[in-house]
Structures are given as C-alpha cells and as structure tokens.
C-alpha cells in the first residue's frame, strides 16, 4: 500500500522557494565587501601617483613599441661651432693668409758666397727658379727693392731693379743685404824698409821674426805661399801669408821676401847658413774689401 501525504507535499514548494531566496540574499550581501576593497585599493593607487606629481617626480611612459634596443646618435664632428657669451653661433676661425712684405725703393746690396757657383745673385723674369735668368749681379753689387714682394714655397722673393733702371726683376731675398757688402781682397804693396835686415838661420826663423815685428802673438800663422823662387848661392826670394791680426779691417799680410842667404863654417868645419832680409813688400789681407786707393775699407 503507497501512502502520500498531501499536506506535506504541498508546502514543499513553499520551502523550496523560500530557500532560493534565501541563498540571493546571502550572495548579494556577500559581494559588497570585495568590490568596496577594490575601490579602495584603486583609490590608494591613485592618491600615491597623486601625492608623487606633487612632490616633483615625473611620471615615466612605458615603451610599448617592440623595437630592439635604441642605438645612441651618431655625432658628426667633422664642422665644430662654438657659441659667445650671448648665445649666438661664432664663426669658424680661418688659417691666416701669409703675407710678405719688401722695401720700396730702398737700395740692398748682393751677399752671396765667395765661392757661389753662379758667381753672384741671380735675377729672374718673375718669382721662383722655374722663371728664366735675366741678369747675374755679383757679390756686392746693388739692386733697388721695388716693394714687390710674393712668397714661393718658404721663400720672399722681391721685385728689384738695377741700379741704372735697365732691368727689372725677381731675386730671392735671402741673398740680399741692407748693408753693403764687402769682397776681401789684397791692400795695394807697401816697401817695409823699417824691418829690412831682420834675419834667422832658417827662412822660417827669418818670418817669425818679421811677423812678431808686425805685431803678430802666439796666434798668430804663418804659412808659406810657394815655393822658393830663385834661391842660389846669393839668396832668393819668398812669400809668406801671416794671418791672425785682431783688426776688423785686415786680418793678416801677404808678405814678400827678398833675402840674402849666407853660408859659413864654424870651427869645427860645420856649415852653418844664416838668412837675411834685404827687401820686404807687404799686402794687407782686407776682411771687408778695398779702396779705390787700394786700403782696407
């Protein structure tokens, strides 16, 4: 026998009812504390940024591109500019312009080697040893400095003119002198008749003796010019270069010898010879050149 109870088994969805509700209820009041935590965390989160703007930080962007990593600039410091004191870009320094200058119209004097191989200072048709020669002016000689002047690899070369105006050129003026040059050279020929007789027993003893006359000291040089020319029985003669004068206009004599040779036996049969000068002729040895009158200048 199957027995039901309706009364009971109509109040079962009353209670099944009530209990749903119920479980509502309890799910929506447990949700307010979760989202109520969430706004306030979210809340911090914002007042901390908040409070960091305010004390200075700047906020920094995320780099959201997937590029690789970003390479530093490539400087081009080939053209360097500097800027003034007032903020304004200066100009770029430039290597300075060589500039040669001459004298004009001044009178310089040729002051190459003794020895030059062009045998004085060449003038040439335009600045530079490329240009052609068209005058050599030897050593001492003058030219007349235009004030022209243009400067070839690291040399001035000056425009010059002779000093009759003929010609007109180019000269290096390495080679050329505000002073005048001087060509030394042989003074004109003094007779020494004061040291006439002076002697010694050999010819060297003979100019030793005359140069010590002629004011010569221990520096002084004697050096033999030659050979002996004529010598016999009765003498011959000599020449002598003495140099080591301490003057600036003459620093020695060519000194000319006529001498008288002697020859006599001692007591014991030895042959003893004895040298004398009968005629003396000098020339200054001029450091600076010569006179017209044939003096040391």
């Known amino acids: 026998m199957i027995i039901t109870d309706t009364k009971n088994m109509a109040k079962a969805p009353k209670a099944l009812a009530l209990t749903f509700a119920s479980l509502l209820a309890l799910g929506a009041c447990g949700s307010d504390p979760v989202e109520e935590q969430a706004d306030t965390e979210t809340s911090s989160s914002a007042e901390a940024v908040t409070e960091l703007v305010s004390e200075g930080a700047e ?127 042989l003074g004109k020929a003094i007779e020494d008749t004061d040291n006439v007789g002076i002697g010694g027993s050999t010819l060297e003893e003979m100019a030793e003796a005359i140069a010590e006359a002629y004011g010569f000291d221990e520096d002084g040089v004697i050096t033999q010019e030659g050979e002996v020319i004529g010598i016999d029985a009765q003498g011959g003669s000599v020449t002598y270069i003495m140099t080591g004068l301490k003057d600036d206009a003459s620093n020695g004599y060519q000194v000319e010898i006529d001498f008288l040779l002697d020859k006599n036996e001692t007591e014991d049969g030895e042959e003893v010879e004895s040298y004398t000068a009968l005629r003396i002729t000098n020339y200054a040895l001029c450091s600076r050149g010569v006179t017209e009158d044939g003096l040391c200048i």
Do not use: K, Y
């Open 59 to 185: 906020p920094v962007e995320a780099d959201t591109s997937d590029d690789g990593p970003t390479l530093d600039p490539v400087v081009d410091d080939s053209e360097t500019t500097t800027t003034t004191s007032e903020g304004q870009e200066a100009e770029p320094e430039e290597d300075p312009v060589e500039t040669c200058e001459a004298p004009e119209l001044q009178p310089h004097f040729v002051d190459v080697a003794l020895d030059d191989p062009d045998g004085g200072l060449n003038v040439r048709s335009g600045p530079g040893i490329t240009n052609d020669v068209i005058i050599t002016i030897e050593r001492s000689g003058e030219l007349i400095a235009t004030g022209n002047c243009e400067i070839v690899g690291t040399v001035d070369w000056w425009e010059v003119s002779t000093s009759d105006g003929s010609l007109t050129g180019w000269a290096s003026s390495r080679f050329l002198s505000d002073l005048p040059v001087f060509n030394p050279g």
